[in-house]
């Protein structure tokens, strides 16, 4: 569970950075690294974006805090990335070497998270954390991780 203080501490910067930013791009490295800062069990947060157009479909990794992941292009059958961008789906994964449809990017992670970010009601990427922490990620911790996924999906969506 997140501590209530570093919780209220990453809205507040999320208020922030919501209003200052003026592209996407900005808003997304500036929420990966008030994630990755300030939630001590986030160590590897990072966004990844449906290539417009692309076919078949890929994600392509974004802003990111962490370590260089070797997965920089993930087509959607593959990974827990691709499962929930094609289910529209937020997926917790409290140990991530019991799921067959994980792809490793460091070998200290236990646990994921992916939330889809969506813009008119389509899939248009997803922010991903994973944590060297068994089931690291609780009810909490999904709502947080949802509401800055919906942050810039409502950002992406105002701008187009
Ligand atoms: N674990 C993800 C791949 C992305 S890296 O973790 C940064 C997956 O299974 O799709």
Known sequence: MPSLAKAQEVRKGLDRVIATSVSA???MASVAKLLHENMLKYNWVGFYMLEPSANPPVLVLGPFQGAMTPHTRIPLNQGICGAAAS???T???DDVSADSRYLACSTETKSEIVAPIFVKGKVVGELDIDS???AAFSAEDRELVEHCADLVGK?????K
């Open 91 to 93: 997926l917790v994964i």
């Open 87 to 89: 289910t529209g789906k």
């Open 25 to 27: 791009g900005e808003l």
């Open 132 to 134: 060297h922490f068994h």
């Open 155 to 159: 950002f992406l969506e105002t701008a």
